[in-house]
């Protein structure tokens, strides 16, 4: 073997043992593995969808803060929660800017192509609601009528499927659809009568009209389009772990009847938080 030869095969072999003995690449810190190191939890919320998530002397309140309070405690860190309009939640999430939405994502098929849903929380069977002695009594009784939900949310959806039936069942459908960047600001809308109707989840509706009972009624639950009622929250696709662990600790509370506890108190009735069949097919 030439000497130019014998370089050449100490080269190769050299870079052969190389190989053998570096260290393996270490596998990247999940988003959980991270919460645990740093005793933080970052979630993004909307606090003005009462009485899930709302602002009550200056602190968020709701149903859903008294989840996550449970999750927080289960996993033993601080809580860091950020108030954000609706909009900016399901982004903010993807992006990065924080690790869990903690705040109700309506499940539908879109959604859950992209997002990893916990276990339901609540159902959120969509309906309407109207002023207080309005004649509308069923879903029919919307054509000709300004509608009104919010910009994004799983009802937008809801509604302009409700619109598309009317249409095709022989009426006019609505006069106008109008897109609100939150609830609250609708049902100010329909109690100053620029709007006839809101489409909404039937728990937070209840709860509107039971608070304002001279106000507003339910009208009737709008069936078009809704073929998955419950409510979630959302982690990233790669975050199943955190998913996984935040399903069961509501998974425990309501096994154990802290959930249905939680449903009497902010909503006055308790519901049925399945364990499978609330997820479109292959969803994460």
């Not at 008294?66 to 954000?84: F, M």
């Amino acid at each position: 073997m030439s000497n130019i030869d014998r370089r050449q095969f100490g080269l190769l072999a050299g870079g052969a043992a190389l190989g053998l003995f570096a260290p393996r690449p270490a596998f990247a810190e999940t988003t959980l593995e991270k919460i645990r190191r740093t005793g933080v939890l970052r979630v993004g919320t909307e606090a003005a969808f009462p009485p899930f998530e709302f602002v009550k002397d200056g602190k968020i309140v709701g149903y859903g803060k008294d989840i996550l309070d449970e999750v927080v405690a289960a996993l033993g860190v601080k809580l860091e929660q950020l108030d954000l309009p609706w909009q900016g939640i399901l982004p903010g999430i993807l992006a990065g800017k924080f690790d869990l939405v903690a705040t109700t994502v309506g499940i539908n098929e879109e959604r859950a192509k992209r997002y990893a849903y916990t276990l339901p929380i609540a159902d959120g069977v969509p309906y309407a609601a109207k002023r207080k002695g309005e004649a509308m009594k069923s879903m029919a009784d919307l054509n000709g009528k300004v509608v009104a939900t919010q910009l994004a949310s799983s009802t937008e959806p809801v509604a302009k499927a409700v619109d598309a039936k009317l249409k095709a069942d022989g009426g006019k459908g609505f006069a106008d659809l109008k897109l609100y960047t939150a609830f609250t600001e609708s049902y100010v809308a329909l109690a100053n009568g620029e709007v006839d109707a809101v489409i909404q989840s039937l728990p937070s509706l209840a709860v509107l009209v039971k608070e304002r009972p001279e106000t507003f009624e339910l009208l009737a639950p709008m069936t078009a389009g809704a073929n998955y009622t419950y409510l979630s929250w959302v982690t990233r696709p790669n975050d199943l772990d955190l998913r996984d662990f935040v399903s069961g600790v509501i998974r425990t509370m309501r096994d154990d009847g802290r959930l249905g506890k939680l449903q009497d108190k902010w909503f006055g009735f308790q519901m049925k938080i399945p364990e499978t069949g609330y997820l479109p097919p292959g969803s994460f």
